[in-house]
């Protein structure tokens, strides 16, 4: 027979059980609605071809998926979508690394450097890419208005396939610039000031005391910037439809942009649900390698 206490213990941790799946309800059904049931009705989608209601016409397993692996519209999209990330994770870490260096002095009127080189995370992705769209205006464009002062030919942003990309990247940074100098220079406030201090008696110069002390303890920050600016990348898709919608000549179709178009524009939900897939697990693949190669070199105090 079971002791009185031991009774007692075991509704005690029931209760407890009961109260901690409580709270944890509300989050669970969220998650449940919008995240797990959505990502097995694509599971199920990937697998059929659907007509323009969305109702499933025929199931038709994985030749989707053999489909898109067998065309080269897709190898082109996600070439496209890697270019996307080369030119906008890397520069923007490094941008955002160097305003967050420069503003971390003490200096007199810091503060609004930093307040004005935040702003862009209060932008939404909509307000930035029409103040972009207006900038890289081929005529009235203040881009091309500054080139002319200097007298360079005037350059068709967003219409020329050598220039659109590069473009779209352009704004990408400028609007993931507010977030990481916000984040690398809370990390940068994470260092004690008497590394500084030692390294200014030991006769070390600002950028030495930079590039070998300062920025091997910014690595945790560093990976996380990483990690995130190369997810949100994969992801980018309100400025790529609203400057150029995919064009010219496919030159910024980004994957996310083809499953838009192909489930919303061409009612293929079959088509557009295996190759989100595909960007699913292509961003866990190399999220986990990220994991696996680069946190060996990130240093936790």
Known sequence: MPSHESVLSKKKRWRENALAYFFLAPSLIIFATFLFYPMLRSVYLSMTLTDPRGRVAEFVWFDNFVDLFQSGQFYSDLKVTLLFILYTVPTSIIWALLLAAITHNKLKGMKIFQFVFSLPLVISVGTGSII???????????????????????????TDPAWALISVSLMTIWMNMGFLFIVLSSGMQGVPEEIYESAKIDGSGPVRTFLQIVLPLLSPTLFFALIVSVIGAFQAFGQINILTKGGPMDSTNVVVYSIYQEAFVNFRFGTGSAEALILFFIILILTVLQFTVLEKKVHYQ
């Open 132 to 158: 972009w769209l207006l900038l890289f205006h081929p005529t009235a464009g203040m881009l091309n208005y500054f080139l002319s002062l200097v007298h360079i030919q005037a350059i068709p942003w967003l």
